[in-house]
């Protein structure tokens, strides 16, 4: 028992960090990032827009499911540096 418990005390604990060159991957993520949020922002902009205009026709519910899908995309978007922490 002594063996297992001098391994265990030993074990490291890394930091994680990138491999070198990796600085160019990041910019393009983090652009990529911000021009994805960039785009949902439009969507839900355009889509109430579009429910607006709807509406003053009587045709207000159309729309309705579009915006639910610019949502969770824009949700999607929001946690997706939560979720990919959590994972790795």
Do not use: D, K
């Not at 418990?5 to 993520?29: D, R, Y």
């Not at 709807?54 to 519910?61: C, H, K, S, T, Y």
């Not at 979720?83 to 790795?88: E, F, Q």
């Amino acid at each position: 028992m002594t063996l297992l418990s001098a391994a265990l005390v030993v074990v490291p604990n890394p930091t994680p960090a990138a491999p070198p060159g990796m600085e160019g991957l990041t910019i393009v993520l983090s652009w990529a990032g911000w021009i994805v949020l960039v785009l949902c922002v439009l969507g839900v902009l355009i889509t109430a827009g579009m429910m607006a205009v709807a509406n003053r026709r009587g045709e207000g519910g159309e729309h309705a499911g579009r915006l639910g899908f610019v949502l969770v995309a824009t949700v999607l978007v929001g946690a997706a540096g939560g979720l990919v922490g959590a994972l790795a």
